[in-house]
């Protein structure tokens, strides 16, 4: 089946540094998604990307879906506490409505 | 606007109960709607979808089911829970192909 490689796993970084983290796939996606998690909650979903290449913001992160179509990054800018929690990417197929997800980036800041 | 709600938040059964866990939607038709497994620290894995009424695809082999009554209702069941079963468990919506998909609250179970 297919498998979403996510690195890193986790990430210790400081307030104010910017934070980098991929997704590869062995398999071709037409949909890349960029999720985070609290503890105790469900996923909220952060950016979606429909189009190889495309580039997309949403505030301080960025997101792009690579050329490829088999790997996807995010970037946080000037990290706050607020962004504590666990990323997650996620590829969607055209032919199926299910998604696949990555194993998790879990992201840690100290003040 | 559309909401998904989940329920109960937690639950602790014991091993060898039944489990009826209940998934709704709002604001939208025909979603599709999937039930997700979250276990501690790792990522999610997909046990069940369903892009209609009475129409169940299941990903893995388990000992759950999952049924779909009604266009906006998702159940997630099973006769005797075992211990593996404990986990946080996820509906999600979306609408179409290729299109992002929606989470609800969760739920955490534990089977003791």
């Known amino acids: 089946g297919q498998q979403l490689n996510q690195s890193p796993q986790s990430m210790f970084i400081q307030e104010g540094e910017d934070v980098s983290m991929n997704c590869t796939s062995s398999s071709i996606f037409n949909t890349w998604l960029w999720y985070k998690q609290d503890p105790g909650e469900g996923p909220v979903l952060l950016i979606a990307?429909?189009?190889?290449?495309e580039l997309t913001s949403n505030g301080r992160l960025t997101a792009q879906f690579g050329i490829t179509r088999k790997d996807s990054f995010l970037n946080i800018s000037a990290s706050i506490p607020s962004d504590v929690g666990i990323y997650f990417c996620?590829?969607?197929?055209?032919?199926?409505?299910?998604?696949?997800f990555g194993t998790g980036t879990r992201l840690q800041v100290t003040l | 606007s559309q909401t998904i709600h989940q329920w109960p938040a937690t639950l602790v059964q014991p091993v060898g109960s039944p489990l009826s866990l209940e998934c709704t939607v709002e604001g939208t038709s025909n979603p599709n709607l999937y039930w997700y497994r979250q276990a501690a620290g790792r990522g999610l894995q997909l046990l069940f979808y369903s892009v209609g009424i009475g129409q169940i695809s299941s990903e893995v082999p388990q000992n759950l089911s999952a049924s779909r009554p009604q266009d906006r209702q998702f159940i997630l069941s099973s006769k005797k829970l075992l211990l593996s079963d404990s986990g946080f468990y996820l509906c999600?919506?979306?609408?179409?192909?290729?299109?992002?998909?929606?989470f609800g609250q969760g739920t955490r179970l534990t089977v003791v």
């Open positions: 996620a590829g969607l197929t055209g032919t199926a409505s299910k998604l696949t």
């Open positions: 990307l429909y189009k190889a290449g």
């Open positions: 999600a919506w979306s609408v179409g192909t290729g299109f992002e998909a929606f």
